[in-house]
């Protein structure tokens, strides 16, 4: 059965399928702008720091909010079955990991900010802090993807718990990748960093526009002489 509070789901839902593009976007636009940034060499998060590190923060605390009332409103709509219940928990947890990250300050990386020298670089509980929000944040979603991917499979969708699992299960090769390419050149291409930033954010909003379009077509079901056709989009409903 699916929430009756239709349109504040909606909403909620509505926050997971602006998160992603809104914060890919805003970090694109640091790392190609900001001075002695460089995307072979340094980690999105060491955007934080420096004068216009507030921007950064600024976009982390507001897709990790996003993220948050994203996971409520997925509960509403899972509500009962396998995955239900620790799916969009771990998703939230995936938001507020966000959340900590943008509350606290990258340590300075050599060349960045502009003028960190490599011998001038050292470690700050914030930046050790900051870290292991991030770290932990990418374990949440490989989680999520795979308790999400166990709803799917269990309600007979075979298809899309096949392709909600498919990121938790290419997160260990996306790492061996950046490892090895590290290991061989000293740093990885622009496209991998890309790649990295983009991908998780790819999946949470996908799940968020496959979520708004069930409840839309619940919606449209319930609606006078409209049953019938909506009813079948529900079923039919792809991500």
Known sequence: MMPTRT????????CGIVAGPAYVTVALAQALTRDGFDLARHRFTALTAGDLGWIHKSDMLLVGLLTVLFAV???????TGRG??????????FGVAYVIGGALTADPVA??????????VQTTWQGAAQNAS?????????????????HFAAIG???QAWFYGLYGAAVPFVFAALIAVDSAVGNYPYALAVVFLVTPWIWVTILAAHLYRRVSAQQSADAPGRGAVAARSARDVTP
Do not use: K
Not at 7 to 14: G, I, M, Q, S
Not at 73 to 79: I, K, T
Not at 134 to 150: D, E, I, P, Q
């Open 7 to 14: 349109l504040p789901t909606r909403a909620l839902l509505a």
């Open 73 to 79: 409103g997925a509960a509403r709509v899972l509500q």
């Open 111 to 120: 060349g960045f900010p502009p003028g960190a020298a490599s011998e001038m």
């Open 134 to 150: 991030r770290g932990a944040s990418t374990l949440l979603l490989v989680a999520t993807s795979v308790v999400v991917a166990w």
């Open 84 to 93: 239900a219940v620790w799916g969009p928990r771990l998703l939230g947890l």
């Open 157 to 159: 969708r075979r298809g």
